[in-house]
Nanobody, 119 residues
Framework: QVQLMESGGGLVQFGGSLRLSCAPS????????MGWYRQIPRKERELVAV???????NYADSVKGRFTISRDFAKNTIDLYMSSLKPEDTAIYYC?????????????WGQGTQVTVSS
């Protein structure tokens, strides 16, 4: 079982920036994919950004050029830097990792961190 601890959410003004951080209880080297999703009430959870081992990074069209996902192996964290924030970025942001172990796929979610962008 892998625990994911998220931090960095909060209230920010339109055009501002925030950095989210996710600290897994296992080494980043054990994951084949790691990323951030977000969800607003009554809508499905959507992909924001993902790093896939050997395949690079992918971003939702709505955040391209504004958000950057990265891994810090020294700190063992998965970070999401968000800039030029808009009210429509308001959501609960979830950290997610995929792990392949003994031929089986496991996925884990963080508890979520609220990001609110005021207009």
């Amino acid at each position: 079982q892998v625990q994911l601890m998220e931090s960095g959410g909060g209230l920010v003004q339109f055009g501002g920036s925030l950095r989210l951080s996710c600290a897994p209880s296992a080494s980043l080297h054990s994951f084949n994919a790691m990323g951030w999703y977000r969800q607003i009430p009554r809508k499905e959870r959507e992909l924001v950004a993902v790093i896939i081992d050997g395949a690079g990074t992918n971003y939702a069209d709505s955040v391209k050029g504004r958000f950057t996902i990265s891994r810090d192996f020294a700190k063992n964290t998965i970070d999401l830097y968000m800039s030029s924030l808009k009210p429509e970025d308001t959501a609960i942001y979830y950290c997610h990792v995929d792990q392949l172990f003994s031929g089986r796929r496991f996925e884990y979610w963080g508890q979520g961190t609220q990001v609110t962008v005021s207009s």
